[in-house]
């Protein structure tokens, strides 16, 4: 697929797969596919899916340009990934750069990479297409909040 990447050892980006990427796919033995956006997909799609035993979680998320992720999709996406029980584990968009890079890279702040290198990553799949409202999203998300809110099982009824 356009844009496919390993992201982790398990865990692949790429964007939305094409009949001639399912061949391809099935070589990774997949078994869970992350659909950042919603719409009606093609049937030879969901037959991929099914035939292969699939799980899929689809988020009907909005281009980053229009909103930012909000901070609950994001947590339940992060979940997803870190779950190695849900590994070989595909996560695409549209086209695998905006919100694909987006959710990669808040990936990679929970993962302790620093923030030129995530920032360097997500411009190397957004291109030609950088988004600055995405640059902004990625520096200033608060992994504080993730640990301390979400992850740790403390939710307060926060964002």
């Not at 956006?37 to 049937?43: L, M, S």
């Not at 979680?57 to 980053?64: I, N, R």
């Not at 990553?121 to 520096?139: L, W």
Request: proline share 4%.
């Amino acid at each position: 697929p356009t844009n496919f990447g390993v992201v982790v050892p398990g865990v692949y980006r790429s964007s939305f797969p094409q009949a001639a990427d399912h061949a391809f796919l099935e070589g990774l033995r997949l078994k869970t596919i992350v659909t950042l956006v919603q719409k009606d997909f093609p049937e030879g799609y969901t037959a991929f899916i099914s035939n292969n035993g699939i799980k899929h979680h689809v988020f009907d998320m909005s281009g980053t340009k229009k909103e930012e992720i909000p901070i609950k999709t994001m947590i339940s996406i992060l979940r997803l990934l870190l779950d190695r029980q849900n590994h070989p584990l595909l996560i695409h968009c549209n086209h695998g750069k905006h919100r694909t890079g987006c959710v990669v890279a808040i990936l990679r702040k929970v993962s302790g990479w620093d923030l030129e290198s995530i920032i360097s990553e997500y411009k190397r799949y957004a291109q030609p297409k950088v988004r600055d409202c995405d640059v902004k999203y990625i520096t200033e998300f608060n992994l504080a909040a993730v640990y301390t809110t979400h992850l740790c099982g403390t939710e307060k009824g926060g964002s």
